[in-house]
């Protein structure tokens, strides 16, 4: 099965804004006690619990977040099943610690990093994001974690490294999805890989997340550590990675191993070039009824259109 449309949800969607308030004093509070801005938090406890953070006012949204319950329980997350309530339901069974992540490829200083030692390396911080999936629905999600470029200039990519490479953990026993069977099937080769090119992955919208809405990271969203691209749909945001290779010719994505005539290695978000089997002009917003008008590069062109300059978007979707 490939990505679908997903039916309008219906259940009670109200931007759960007054929780997450409360939350984020709490957590203003506690970063005010426990916390100087560069200084980076230790290990990071199990999901659900605080995960402090200073919000950077620099991506800060208009746009009220999705509430909390839905973010958590309206999952993309095919290693659980390709329903969207199985990645809440299965996740317990994915254990997000230990968990190393292999840095690796055309690197100068290539490295296995424990979480937590990426963790205590990388300062953390709160962003606020849209994330559009492609299959006609958007979010707005806090999101807490540390600017990809960061690690990447830490590995010193070499002149051959062109592009990125993220994958996800491969563990039948841990992701059911994994498992064959009849019930099962995503038509998603395992494991899951996704790729930037390397400019891409060095803009500083791209980050490395282990957190949302004040909280560590819930197993269905990629714990321990996920990748957040805005810019692009969803899908490009690869979860519970085990590692990022940069190498020199475009890795074969996931998506596009499965059905390449309708998820390219690009797939920025873009209202003008339609789904073969769907238009892409609007979107849902999760805990609203309307539709809107999806924005070019959801919203960040004004930040990321340079990437693309003199490209054909039509034909590198
Ligand atoms: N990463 C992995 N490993 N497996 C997946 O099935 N789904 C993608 C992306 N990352 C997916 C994945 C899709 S289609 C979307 S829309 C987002 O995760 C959803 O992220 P969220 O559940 O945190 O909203």
């Not at 997350?77 to 990645?87: A, I, L, R, S, T």
Request: charged letters at 25%; a positive charge; hydrophobic letters at 40%.
């Amino acid at each position: 099965m490939l990505i679908r449309r997903a039916p309008d949800i219906t259940s009670s969607e109200i931007t759960d804004e007054k929780l997450y308030l409360n939350r984020r004093s709490f957590l203003i509070g506690a970063a005010a006690l426990a916390l100087v801005p560069s200084e980076p938090v230790a290990a990071a406890p199990p999901a659900g619990q605080p995960l402090p953070a200073k919000r950077n006012p620099a991506f800060a949204l208009e746009d009220p977040p999705t509430k909390l319950e839905s973010v958590t329980t309206y999952n993309n997350f095919y290693e659980f099943g390709v329903n969207k309530e199985d990645p809440a339901r299965l996740a317990h069974t994915l254990r997000p610690r230990p968990w190393t992540v292999e840095v690796g490829g055309h690197v100068a200083r290539p490295k296995t990093y424990d979480i937590d030692e990426l963790l205590r390396l990388f300062p953390l911080e709160e962003r606020v994001y849209r994330l559009r999936c492609v299959e006609g629905w958007s979010m707005v999600i806090p999101w807490i974690g540390f600017p990809l470029a960061a690690l990447i200039k830490r590995v010193e990519p070499t002149s051959q490294a062109k592009f990125v490479e993220f994958t996800t953990l491969l563990d039948p026993e841990q992701f059911p999805g994994q498992r064959k069977s009849l019930f099962n099937f995503s038509g998603l080769e395992w494991p899951y890989v996704e790729g930037l090119r390397l400019d891409e992955a060095l803009h500083p919208l791209a980050l490395l997340t282990v957190g949302l809405y004040g909280q560590v990271l819930p197993n269905q969203n990629g714990a321990p550590v996920r990748v957040v691209v805005p810019w692009k749909y969803g899908f490009k945001s690869a979860k519970s990675i085990v590692r990022i290779r940069f190498v020199s010719d475009r890795p074969r994505t996931a998506w596009e191993k499965a059905q390449p005539s309708e998820y390219g290695f690009y797939s920025n978000v873009n209202p003008a070039v339609d789904h073969p089997r769907w238009s892409q002009a609007t979107e849902r917003r999760i805990g609203e009824f309307r539709r809107r008008p999806t924005l070019p590069f959801n919203g960040y062109a004004d930040q990321v259109a340079p990437l693309y300059t003199g490209m054909d978007l039509k034909k590198y979707y």
